[in-house]
């Protein structure tokens, strides 16, 4: 696989959510955006549960301006979203990974043509702990794989300790907690570890955790709920949706970095992108062993996938309505505000919005 290298430059609640629907039909009335206008009838997706906040606010906002629409998302994680895609069950897939090359003869089958794979939503991986007396942790690579790898199992561990000077770790049993079905996430997760500390783990990138015991939940926010009712508890998830469980700041080079959209956007930045595709297809290898500064490399950047062309003129208009909503300004816009995501780069919105606006039916 080729790449190369290209630069691209709190949570709100209910409140928030309510002033976007009132904000929306504010639009709507007043005829705004008259291009997302009209669509109808009902629109399935689903895939990646990281996507969940960002999802609510995009339907939330492409509803208001079409009241005819109904789109819904079915959180199943990334792995059964792109299978149901594949399969014709759902208009439209979430992903927290691009299609690998050997699925993409499948996808381009369904499609009967070209498929459309556009960066979406981009967040950091949060490494939540619940710790007692302890809120701020720094580790490297190698002691998070450690950690994961069940080969570090007390938190007073000498390794621990090295990098956090002043900090009264207790001893006290690490439980580390991890997706039980495969998940984007865990492959992103999995990933950082494999690409900067391959001497302490021994795996691949997956979307099934590799390592056996340990603890287990479904989805994003069965792992951030495991973690906050464990004591000793580490875990990975989206961390726009980690809530008030701490994080860990990770080893960037010389500093440690704490995970933030910024950080987030300045990763994808230093990232190369996938060479060999179709023009409809923007897929970037992450790099997770940047010592760019300020970058925070455990992060997953989650796409949108669908076909260029579908037979139905309803399910086409649909859908490259609601996509180019979401990569629209206004669309990454909402999903920061309401899901602390990094917005897309111009230059890559702009490729996305292009790609999207290609839409059509066969």
């Not at 900067?196 to 069965?222: I, K, M, N, R």
Request: overall charge negative; hydrophobic content about 40%.
């Amino acid at each position: 696989m080729k790449t190369t290298t290209i630069r691209r430059g709190t949570v709100p609640g209910i409140a928030a959510l309510a002033l976007l629907m009132s904000a929306c039909g504010a639009a709507n009335e007043s005829g705004a955006d008259p291009a997302a206008d009209g669509l109808s009838g009902n629109l399935k997706g689903g895939g990646a549960t990281s996507q969940e906040k960002a999802q609510e606010a995009w339907r939330t906002a492409i509803q208001g301006k079409n009241s005819g629409l109904a789109v819904d998302y079915a959180l199943l994680g990334s792995t059964d979203g792109r299978s149901q895609f594949v399969s014709g069950a759902l208009s439209f897939a979430g992903s927290d990974s691009y299609i690998a090359d050997e699925d993409l003869a499948k996808a381009k089958e369904r499609c009967d043509g070209n498929v459309v794979e556009i960066p979406a939503y981009i967040s950091s991986i949060g490494i939540a702990f619940n710790v007692p007396g302890v809120t701020e942790l720094r580790l490297t690579p190698s002691t998070i794989a450690k950690i994961f790898d069940g080969k570090i199992k007390k938190w007073d561990d000498k390794e621990i300790a090295a990098t956090n000077d002043g900090v009264a770790l207790p001893d006290l049993a690490i439980s580390p907690v991890h997706r039980a079905d495969d998940s984007g996430t865990t492959k992103n997760f999995t990933d950082y570890l494999a690409k900067t500390a391959p001497e302490a783990w021994g795996y691949e990138a997956a979307d099934a955790f590799p390592v056996s015991g340990g603890l287990s939940a479904e989805g994003t926010s069965g792992v951030v709920k495991q973690i906050g009712d464990t004591a000793g508890a580490i875990g990975y998830a989206d961390a726009s949706q980690t809530g008030d469980l701490s994080t860990v700041s990770v080893a960037v080079g010389d500093t440690f970095v704490p995970p933030s959209p910024e950080g987030a956007a300045k990763t994808v930045a230093v990232s190369p992108v996938v060479e060999g595709r179709d023009e409809t297809d923007i897929a970037v290898d992450v790099d997770r062993a940047t010592t760019e500064a300020g970058a925070y490399p455990v992060i997953l950047l989650s796409y949108l996938i669908a076909c260029e062309t579908y037979e139905d003129e309803t399910e086409a208009a649909n859908v490259k309505g609601y996509l180019e909503y979401i990569v629209s300004d206004e669309g990454q816009a909402d999903a920061a505000d309401f899901a602390g995501s990094a917005k897309l780069a111009p230059e890559t919105a702009e490729r996305a919005q292009k790609i999207v606006a290609g839409i059509t039916t066969r």
